[in-house]
């Protein structure tokens, strides 16, 4: 869809190649009718007034904010459940006449908007509400429901932009629930909060068509599920000083990118016709988190050995009941990733075999290695020195892995994250041992210089480098 802002470039510059006597009356008059530019003004004009009803809408709802503010403690319950309901009504009825109207696109943002509103009005009925009826509780679980109340709006109105709202508000929840904790263990919702992530907030994705609800969902279950493991692994360390023999759960900080490297597109019920590309969102997520994971590792702390003794218990003994349910999401998602990477094989050009790319073995290789290499650690032999020189030099290859493989391709995410790397590995080494300033002045001005080139030159070659990577396709096609 051509925007509204090259319309207005097209309109004026076709005005003075006409003027100038560049191009017929005729041919300006065909670009009129394809860009349809004697609606421009009626498109500026509706913004104008849409922006003056926002404008207006909300110096109204300041007003009955006000107002009610100042007759909420004499009124009776009755009054306030009908205010609180009608509010809510209203604006969404209002929205969704115009979310569907959509004669005109001032309408439809004006809907939406509503519909916005709607979804954050939500939240203050339901704190309303349990004032009004004096039913306390934990303020995660307002935005827990609240969320997921926006969630359910979101699939009844297949509208993105409150499955972002409902994303961010489910989100708030889940992080509000440790400032209630006076103990490291969970509770089930919030155990189960990455399961719910990773069922609900992709279907929506793939209901709404929406690549940032599914980019959001996935980083916002990366985050819960390692952050559940860490408290997982706290909770073990504090009642049980057997905590060593269940360090195995730290080769579960890997499983995010398995699963995320290996997701595909193609998942039956939720499948579209059309590609909606959520599997390259999905690998440069893991591309992201695998960075961050080695950067993480690739700190001197591997010869500290202080997480206690390794002699052997039982299963029973070193995992509580109360983590069951985390634990079952473990099993299913190792499961899931299990048959993922198994599609992976199998969907190259000869199903006869099972056999994945260059890409995905030198990911899984980097995924396997640094599984075995916690678990070594803390189970067979600590390996100090060894460990840090390890995970610095995954993260080296991660980084040159990145730089190559966008100088093929010709895409600068790759690139760009790469040189980010390999910087913050070498200040970050720098900065950790213990080196004279002048040897510190002079890495920091070589790797400064070195930044400096490698972006000109890069963003120089950029196109030549689509060029080329263009070019092979055609004739590999």
């Known amino acids: 869809m051509v925007s509204d802002k090259f319309r207005y470039q097209l309109r004026k510059e076709a005005q003075k190649w006409q003027d100038e006597g560049l191009i017929e009356p005729d ?65 969404n009825t209002a929205g969704f006449y115009l979310h569907r109207e959509q004669s005109e696109d001032w309408q439809a943002r004006l ?17 309303l509400m349990s004032q009004i009826f004096h039913q306390t509780g934990a303020v995660y679980e307002l935005f827990l429901f609240w969320g997921f109340g926006v969630l359910v709006m979101a699939y009844g109105l297949r509208l993105t ?37 990773g069922i609900l907030f992709i279907a929506l994705a793939y209901w709404c068509k929406s690549r940032w609800i599914f980019a959001l969902s996935m980083i916002l279950f990366t985050i819960t599920l390692n952050t559940n493991f860490t408290i997982l ?15 195995i759960f730290l080769g579960f900080y890997t499983l995010p990118s398995v699963l995320l490297w290996a997701y595909q597109d193609d998942l039956g019920f939720l499948s579209n016709r059309v590609s909606l590309g959520f599997s390259a969102i999905s690998r440069k997520i893991c591309i ?36 069951f349910p985390l634990i079952a999401i ?37 995924i396997l290695t640094t599984s075995l290499l916690i678990w070594w650690h803390q189970r067979i032999n600590p390996l100090g020195e060894l460990a840090t020189v390890m995970f610095n030099l995954l993260l080296f290859l991660l980084a040159i892995g990145l730089i190559q493989q966008s100088l093929k391709s010709g895409k600068r995410l790759g690139y760009w994250w790469g040189i980010i790397l390999l910087s913050l590995q070498l200040f970050s080494r720098m900065l950790e041992y213990d080196t004279g300033l002048l040897f510190k002045a002079v890495v920091l001005f070589v790797s400064g210089i070195s930044v400096i080139c490698a972006g000109i030159w890069f963003e120089n070659n950029l196109k030549r480098l689509q060029e080329i990577r263009t070019s092979e396709e055609g004739i590999s096609s």
């Open 233 to 247: 692994i706290i909770d073990l360390y504090n009642q049980n000083s057997n905590f060593l023999p269940n360090i």
């Open 27 to 91: 041919i300006y008059q065909r670009l009129a009718t394809r860009y349809h530019f004697e609606k421009l003004e009626t498109i500026s004009n509706n913004r104008f007034l849409a922006v003056i009803i926002t404008l207006g809408f909300i110096l109204l709802g300041l007003a009955v904010i006000t107002f009610v503010a100042a007759n909420w403690q004499v009124w009776s319950k009755f009054i306030k459940v009908s205010i609180l309901l009608g509010f809510f009504i209203l604006i």
């Open 288 to 323: 992201f988190y695998l960075g961050l994971l080695f950067y993480i590792l690739s700190f001197n702390f591997w010869s500290y050995d202080n997480l206690g003794s390794r002699k052997k218990v039982t299963i029973e003994s070193a995992i509580p009941s109360e983590w």
């Open 330 to 366: 473990l099993t299913i998602l190792l499961i899931v990733s299990v048959w993922w990477w198994w599609k992976l094989g199998r969907s190259q050009i000869n199903d006869l075999l099972w056999r994945i790319d260059r890409n995905s073995s030198a990911i899984g290789i980097m």
């Open 161 to 197: 932009s409150l499955g972002v709202l409902s994303l961010i508000l489910v989100g708030i929840g889940y992080f509000s629930s440790f400032s209630a904790l006076y103990q490291a263990t969970l509770n089930i919702e919030i155990q189960l909060m990455p399961l719910l992530i």
């Open 111 to 127: 809907g939406q908007g509503l519909l916005l509103l709607g979804g954050l009005s939500l939240g203050a009925n339901i704190g």
